[in-house]
């Protein structure tokens, strides 16, 4: 089986070299009516917030309602097959985070493969996890952290929002990088991996920025680093993992498909008018107040970035043991 990047570069190729379509009037007056962007999660999250924020800038810009609909379930795949099973006329779309690339090694079977059956839009944000320990924790530095963790080699845990999450995969990719052992341990949600490591039955965790910041700020956890390539604005004193363990990265990102065969002319008017949205100084600021920057591009830097993500899971996968059936 071809490597994810190179499946999306076969399959960009592929229809690159399909005969032209009489799209091109329809596209210029699309939409005609509601487009409805389904989520994977449950509302009040940042998926949501994100979502709303950009389909807002379209309604306004393209002259119909882009409606926000929470479809949460099975790590995002219930949004996702809704999707891939929707007519490909643009009026159907994904918002696209980590679990879609995750899930494709993550469980044995599925109905849909993500890369075949989504087309990608367009990128939007990526912002950082933070990684924290509870203040009992005796050290201050990832190096710190590090030392700590082979002299008590097994007897540390890290709490994490269930199997194949961002938080535990950014944990075992630690675990993987820095060669230390650690616990994990799963909760339903980040809300009781995050209650557990305030109270101190677990010592370290993997979480959003967002959902930690207050917590931070209150000194009831202490934050070692957060996990982008780049130190983030809200915490800019924190170092980045990657400062300690070169080429350690996770983010959580959003972005919007749609379903395959969705004409090139609606794609290509989508993608500009969410980087028009992106570029936007108002926008940017929200976004950047929840932690996030923005991650502007083609339709094909999306889907690289996602074929990429999909082949670093599925080594990190492999290494954790982790599947679900």
Same mark, same amino acid.
């Given at each position: 089986?071809? $490597?994810?990047?190179?499946?999306?570069?076969?399959?960009?190729?592929?229809?690159?070299?399909?005969?032209?379509?009489?799209?091109?009037?329809?596209?210029?007056?699309?939409?005609?009516?509601?487009? #409805?962007?389904?989520?994977?999660?449950?509302?009040?999250?940042?998926?949501?917030?994100?979502? #709303?924020?950009?389909?807002?800038?379209?309604?306004?810009?393209?002259?119909?309602?882009?409606i926000i609909e929470s479809r949460p379930g099975a790590a995002s795949n219930?949004?996702?097959?809704?999707?891939?099973?929707?007519?490909? !006329?643009?009026?159907?779309?994904?918002?696209?985070?980590? $679990?879609?690339?995750?899930?494709?090694?993550?469980?044995?079977?599925? +109905?849909?493969?993500?890369?075949? *059956?989504i087309a990608p839009v367009a990128g939007m944000v990526r912002g950082p996890?933070?990684?924290?320990?509870?203040?009992?924790?005796?050290?201050?530095?990832?190096?710190?952290?590090?030392?700590?963790?082979?002299?008590?080699?097994?007897?540390?845990?890290?709490?994490?929002?269930?199997?194949?999450? %961002?938080?535990?995969?950014?944990?075992?990719?630690?675990?993987?990088?820095?060669?230390?052992?650690?616990? $994990?341990?799963?909760?339903?949600? %980040?809300?009781?991996?995050?209650? !557990?490591?305030?109270?101190?039955?677990?010592?370290?965790?993997? *979480?959003?920025?967002?959902?930690?910041?207050?917590?931070?700020?209150?000194?009831?956890?202490?934050?070692?680093?957060?996990?982008?390539?780049? #130190?983030?604005?809200?915490?800019? !004193?924190?170092?980045?993992?990657?400062?300690?363990?070169?080429?350690?990265?996770?983010?959580?990102?959003?972005?919007?498909?749609?379903?395959?065969?969705?004409?090139?002319?609606?794609?290509?008017?989508?993608?500009?008018?969410?980087?028009?949205?992106?570029? *936007? $100084?108002?926008?940017?600021?929200?976004?950047? *107040?929840?932690?996030?920057?923005?991650?502007?591009?083609?339709?094909? !830097?999306?889907?690289?970035?996602?074929?990429?993500?999909?082949?670093?899971?599925? +080594?990190?996968?492999?290494?954790?043991?982790?599947?679900?059936?």
């Amino acid at each position: 089986m071809k $490597p994810p990047r190179r499946r999306f570069l076969h399959l960009a190729a592929s229809a690159a070299a399909l005969p032209t379509v009489p799209w091109i009037a329809w596209a210029q007056s699309y939409p005609a009516r509601p487009v #409805r962007i389904i989520i994977g999660f449950a509302p009040g999250g940042i998926a949501e917030i994100v979502a #709303r924020l950009i389909g807002q800038s379209l309604s306004e810009r393209l002259g119909q309602p882009f409606i926000i609909e929470s479809r949460p379930g099975a790590a995002s795949n219930i949004a996702t097959e809704a999707v891939v099973r929707a007519p490909p !006329d643009g009026y159907t779309l994904l918002q696209v985070s980590p $679990p879609a690339a995750i899930n494709a090694t993550l469980y044995e079977r599925l +109905n849909f493969n993500f890369i075949r *059956d989504i087309a990608p839009v367009a990128g939007m944000v990526r912002g950082p996890l933070v990684m924290e320990v509870n203040p009992s924790v005796p050290v201050t530095t990832v190096p710190e952290f590090i030392a700590y963790t082979k002299a008590n080699a097994g007897k540390l845990s890290y709490s994490s929002a269930g199997i194949g999450t %961002s938080l535990h995969l950014a944990g075992e990719l630690f675990k993987m990088m820095a060669s230390v052992e650690m616990v $994990p341990v799963h909760y339903r949600g %980040s809300a009781p991996a995050l209650t !557990d490591l305030i109270g101190g039955q677990v010592q370290v965790m993997f *979480d959003i920025l967002l959902s930690s910041l207050e917590f931070i700020r209150a000194g009831k956890l202490r934050p070692l680093a957060v996990t982008t390539a780049i #130190r983030s604005e809200v915490l800019p !004193d924190v170092p980045t993992v990657g400062e300690f363990l070169p080429g350690y990265e996770v983010s959580s990102w959003q972005g919007i498909g749609a379903p395959r065969k969705t004409p090139a002319e609606i794609i290509e008017k989508l993608n500009r008018e969410i980087n028009v949205a992106l570029a *936007d $100084p108002k926008i940017k600021a929200k976004l950047a *107040d929840l932690g996030n920057t923005v991650i502007p591009g083609s339709p094909a !830097d999306f889907g690289n970035f996602i074929a990429t993500e999909t082949d670093k899971w599925a +080594n990190v996968i492999k290494f954790a043991g982790a599947k679900i059936y």
